[in-house]
């Protein structure tokens, strides 16, 4: 079903009484919207996204900053793969990209421009500063 669902080829009556079930068309969007919420909930306590990869927050208890070490890789991979193609290479492999599932990504996927996945990078970049210097520096 959800190959349909995501070629646009499963009928809307169909897609409305899946819906009404609860059917989750993506497990990807699905986790990015979890992650997301915890995301908002995190910086609201903290004042930052900045997790250490250990941090586990929210009432499901997410491993939060897995989840973000997690997007910042995918953004890295992201920008890297979009440069290296608009330097003409050709057979550059969307796998580990933001967007879900790259090009096979169904409808209502997340993703970051270009800009956004190269802040994120930036914000790694921070981090490992950070990491490196200690506390209190």
Given at each position: ?137
């Amino acid at each position: 079903m959800r190959r349909y669902y995501a070629a646009g080829s499963l009928e809307g009556k169909r897609v409305t009484e899946l819906e009404a079930l609860g059917m989750v068309w993506s497990a990807w969007n699905t986790a990015w919207a979890d992650g997301l919420a915890v995301a908002k909930d995190y910086v609201a306590v903290h004042g930052h996204f900045l997790p250490p990869t250990n941090a586990v927050w929210g009432g499901g208890r997410m491993a939060i900053g897995v989840w973000a070490k997690n997007q910042r890789a995918a953004a890295r991979k992201t920008h890297e793969s979009a440069v290296r193609r608009a330097a003409g290479e050709s057979g550059v492999s969307s796998a580990g990209e933001l967007g879900g599932r790259g090009a096979r990504a169904g409808p209502g996927s997340r993703s970051l421009d270009d800009g956004a996945a190269g802040r994120l990078g930036q914000v790694d970049a921070r981090a490992a500063v950070d990491a490196r210097q200690g506390p209190g520096t």
